[in-house]
């Protein structure tokens, strides 16, 4: 059975990126062909005559598929600024984001299609990280990054996902502050207010261990 998720933060750099990494060697290690997509990347370095974004590459790196780069970030820009000012005047378009995943869904079991930033952060001035996942008929995994003030940007980010009309499939907290205080009664106050399952708790790590990472989800078996 074939399954995708859309994978969204509570704010840009709150661990997206190594959280989608780990899944996909999770369900590698349940027995699953995947594949990841990074659709929209800003920050990115010129290489073999094109722009490249080192999330996207770290994410085609832990991939089945062989698809081409240009099908697992099809838009890459050079600043490292919001995609909505770093596009300039190209025109981030949906069908074409659309064709690329469709290419993708079609080698693998899972997908995993990560985001620019945060639920509502603008890819263009078009369309944001909730309109593409609407677009995409996808259900979404919520990143939360474990730090002060983490509480109202989950809640806030929950909220916003249920009124788009999507379905939250779990949420990931990531330990970005290893002496945060009061970080196991933070966990217990989310996993009270957001009716979905907690899938993993990823600790602090100040280098990646994707290995290790991907142990830590112990119930991702019920998305699939």
């Given at each position: 059975?074939?399954?995708?998720?859309?994978?969204?933060?509570?704010?840009?750099?709150?661990?997206?990126?190594?959280?989608?990494?780990?899944?996909?060697?999770?369900?590698?290690?349940?027995?699953?062909?995947?594949?990841?997509?990074?659709?929209?990347?800003?920050?990115?370095d010129w290489?073999?005559?094109?722009?490249?974004?080192?999330?996207?590459?770290?994410?085609?790196?832990?991939?089945?598929?062989?698809?081409?780069?240009?099908?697992?970030?099809?838009?890459?820009?050079?600043?490292?600024?919001?995609?909505?000012?770093?596009?300039?005047?190209?025109?981030?378009?949906?069908?074409?984001?659309?064709?690329?995943?469709?290419?993708?869904?079609?080698?693998?079991?899972?997908?995993?299609?990560?985001?620019?930033?945060?639920?509502?952060?603008?890819?263009?001035?078009?369309?944001?990280?909730?309109?593409?996942?609407?677009?995409?008929?996808?259900?979404?995994?919520?990143?939360?990054?474990?730090?002060?003030?983490?509480?109202?940007?989950?809640?806030?980010?929950?909220?916003?996902?249920?009124?788009?009309?999507?379905?939250?499939?779990?949420?990931?907290?990531?330990?970005?502050?290893?002496?945060?205080?009061?970080?196991?009664?933070?966990?217990?106050?989310l996993v009270?207010?957001?009716?979905?399952?907690?899938?993993?708790?990823?600790?602090?790590?100040?280098?990646?261990?994707?290995?290790?990472?991907?142990?830590?989800?112990?119930?991702?078996?019920?998305?699939?």
């Amino acid at each position: 059975m074939k399954s995708a998720f859309f994978i969204t933060g509570t704010d840009t750099n709150i661990g997206k990126t190594w959280t989608t990494v780990a899944l996909l060697r999770k369900f590698k290690l349940l027995g699953l062909k995947v594949a990841g997509m990074k659709p929209v990347a800003s920050g990115c370095d010129w290489q073999d005559g094109r722009y490249k974004n080192p999330d996207a590459l770290l994410i085609q790196a832990n991939s089945d598929s062989l698809a081409d780069y240009e099908v697992i970030n099809p838009y890459a820009f050079a600043l490292p600024i919001s995609p909505h000012l770093a596009c300039g005047d190209v025109k981030v378009s949906l069908p074409t984001i659309l064709r690329a995943f469709e290419a993708l869904y079609a080698q693998a079991d899972v997908v995993l299609v990560e985001g620019a930033g945060g639920w509502l952060s603008p890819l263009s001035l078009e369309y944001d990280n909730a309109s593409l996942a609407i677009a995409m008929q996808l259900p979404v995994i919520l990143v939360v990054g474990m730090r002060l003030g983490c509480i109202n940007h989950a809640l806030l980010s929950y909220q916003a996902i249920q009124h788009s009309g999507v379905h939250c499939a779990g949420w990931i907290a990531v330990v970005l502050d290893q002496s945060m205080p009061g970080l196991a009664e933070n966990l217990e106050i989310l996993v009270a207010r957001i009716h979905a399952p907690l899938l993993g708790v990823m600790p602090f790590l100040p280098e990646a261990d994707f290995d290790f990472l991907a142990d830590r989800f112990k119930c991702v078996e019920r998305l699939i």
